[in-house]
Nanobody, 126 residues
Framework: QVQLVESGGGLVHPGGSLRLTCAAS????????IVWFRQAPGKEREGVSC????????DYADFVKGRFTISRDSAKNAVYLQLNSLKPEDTAVYYC???????????????????RGQGTLVTISS
């Protein structure tokens, strides 16, 4: 059974950190581009970060550059998103999705996911 499961969300104060995990089962993540995206209540979905299956290159949305880091652990068949210097506007449900690569670079948006997880809630509040 193909499955993606996100974990690691929670409630943190502004300036705090979290590490989100996207764990895959039933397939190998290495063959896919992986995208972390988020959706806040009443807002559009927005791509946060992605990592390419071809060369491991990464991309970040401008609003998280320098604060978030995406990484892949092939041995654990998982992808992580390290969230640092969190802001209240980072509050959202964070999802991971996978798509077959169509170019050397991964895409933050306009994705055609082959699978996606159920999300993990990140809340930033004092």
């Amino acid at each position: 059974q193909v499955q993606l499961v996100e974990s690691g969300g929670g409630l943190v104060h502004p300036g705090g950190s979290l590490r989100l995990t996207c764990a895959a089962s039933g397939f190998t993540l290495d063959y896919y581009d992986i995208v972390w995206f988020r959706q806040a209540p009443g807002k559009e979905r927005e791509g946060v970060s992605c990592i390419s299956s071809t060369d491991g290159s990464t991309d970040y949305a401008d609003f998280v550059k320098g604060r978030f880091t995406i990484s892949r652990d092939s041995a654990k068949n998982a992808v992580y998103l390290q969230l640092n210097s969190l802001k209240p506007e980072d509050t959202a449900v964070y999802y991971c999705g996978v798509e077959r690569p169509e170019s050397l670079n991964c895409r933050l948006n306009d994705n055609r996911f082959d699978a996606r997880g159920q999300g993990t809630l990140v809340t930033i509040s004092s």
